[in-house]
């Protein structure tokens, strides 16, 4: 610890030091012994120390593990559906792997972690179509709220997106580049239900933010609503 870090823990608003020396004062004026004195002050003095450990090192921890802590603390756990096409362009394939990672980084459940594979295309085309069908069709009646990456837009995010908005109460978030509105569906970025929101981005650095944000605001909505 600098000497700067360590002034401003011994800082007198930190450790009141009057109020020590006058607890000391009156004790001394009533007679209590000094063994006692000591050893109650002593254990004080640790338990300040320990605080302000933990308040230095809550001060170091990085932006996105207090995130997580916060998140944690006053929002819900989630199962969430991440929507990302397997069969159409996959170009947004970095986007769609940020959005998992915030997701996992405030302790959500992903249902859908596979879609951002390398292998995800094999993988789906080594099930039969009827199993692939009811196994998605589970996982949207599990989860909790529905987000997809939207930019190579397709047939079954759309068919997703739309069965979700038509037949059930549950949000979808969307999220798409901003330079690639023109290519996707306007039944996608002229959506206006109510349940929708749409999430354009022009860099990761700002999609990790959205994601965080929107997450965050559908948790307390659910928590609230006591779903």
């Not at 320990?50 to 916060?70: D, K, P």
């Amino acid at each position: 610890m600098s000497r700067r870090s360590f002034q401003a823990w011994s800082a007198p608003q930190f450790m009141p030091w009057g109020a020590i020396r006058g607890c000391f004062s009156a004790a001394r004026k009533f007679c209590v012994p000094f063994k006692a004195l000591t050893n109650l002050f002593g254990q004080l003095a640790v338990s300040y120390l320990v605080l302000a450990l933990e308040l230095f090192a809550m001060s170091r921890i990085s932006l996105t593990a207090r995130r997580a802590l916060a998140h944690q603390v006053f929002c819900c756990r989630m199962k969430i559906y991440l929507g990302f096409t397997v069969a159409g362009s996959r170009s947004s394939i970095e986007a769609a792997k940020k959005i998992l990672e915030v997701l996992q980084s405030l302790g959500h459940e992903v249902l859908t972690s596979h879609l951002v594979s390398d292998d995800a295309w094999e993988a789906d085309r080594s099930v039969s179509p009827q199993k692939i069908f009811a196994r998605d069709m589970n996982w949207l009646a599990q989860c909790d709220l529905f987000v997809a990456e939207v930019t190579g837009s397709s047939f079954g995010l759309g068919f997703e997106t739309g069965y979700l908005l038509g037949a059930t109460a549950k949000k979808t978030i969307l999220f798409f580049e901003r330079d690639a509105e023109r290519r996707i569906s306007l039944l996608i970025t002229g959506n206006t239900h109510a349940n929708c929101i749409l999430a354009p981005y022009s860099h990761l650095g700002e999609l990790e933010e959205l994601v965080g944000r929107y997450v965050s605001a559908a948790g307390l909505s659910a928590r609230s609503d006591g779903t």
